[in-house]
């Protein structure tokens, strides 16, 4: 399945906290679209959240994060894991 790393640049408000009560739901709300939150990333100092998720396609990855809590990916990349 690809691998997608999102980003997002900021998002206003956010903490330590709320990113991780928004990555529970994203993991809540992931299996309805055959898709996989693996980790996350937070820079509480900028604001930018990095996500990496397993998914069939971007826009499944976008569909979890949308419906999950409202935080959308201001950029999605496909990757490839280097191991």
């Known amino acids: 399945m690809p691998l997608y790393m999102d ?3 900021y998002i206003p408000g956010l903490t330590k906290d709320g990113i991780r009560v928004a ?5 809540e709300t992931q299996g ?3 898709v996989q939150y693996l980790s996350y990333w937070f820079n509480d100092q900028t604001g930018k959240v ?4 397993e998914a069939p396609d971007m ?5 979890v994060h949308r419906e999950a809590h409202g935080f959308v990916a201001d950029h999605i990349y496909e990757v ?4």
């Open 50 to 53: 990095f996500c990496l998720v």
């Open 7 to 9: 980003i997002h640049n």
């Open 32 to 34: 309805q679209y055959g």
């Open 59 to 63: 826009e499944s990855a976008e569909r």
């Open 23 to 27: 990555h529970a739901k994203d993991l």
């Open 80 to 83: 490839f894991d280097g191991l």
